[in-house]
Each structure stands twice: as structure tokens, then as C-alpha cells.
């Protein structure tokens, strides 16, 4: 994420999903998590996500 502007700014960074191949109804993205970060004038910051396995995970037609 990057702050181009002289002052320093909040933001929100949101991490989505989307199916491949589903083999029920899906919609096209999941919001699977979001952070808000502080970020001062004309700097960077890397952002990284680690959902775990229940946040990406979904049931099939038979529940499983």
C-alpha cells in the first residue's frame, strides 16, 4: 500500500476470494477480511493476509 499524498492517511486494505470452478451457486467474491491501516505521507507498507482453512473453506451440495 502506498501513501502518495504529503499527509498522513488511514486506509482500509480488503482481501477477496472467488471460485474457480464451484460446483454449487457461489458469489463471484467473498470479502474473507479486511485491516485498516495508518500510513504516513509518501511512504509504503506491505500488507499480507493468512485466512485460515474454515475462511476459505465451503460446503458442497451434499454438506460436506
Do not use: C, W
Not at 24 to 40: E, T, Y
Not at 42 to 47: A, K, L, M, T
Amino acid at each position: 500500500m502506498t501513501n502518495a499524498t504529503d499527509s498522513p492517511e488511514t486506509e482500509v486494505v480488503q482481501f477477496y476470494t472467488s471460485p474457480e470452478l464451484p460446483n454449487v451457486a457461489r458469489p463471484v467474491q467473498g470479502l474473507k477480511g479486511f485491516q485498516r491501516n495508518d500510513i504516513d505521507g509518501d511512504e509504503s507498507e506491505r500488507i499480507t493476509f493468512d485466512p485460515s482453512r474454515p475462511q476459505l473453506a465451503y460446503h458442497d451440495r451434499d454438506a460436506i
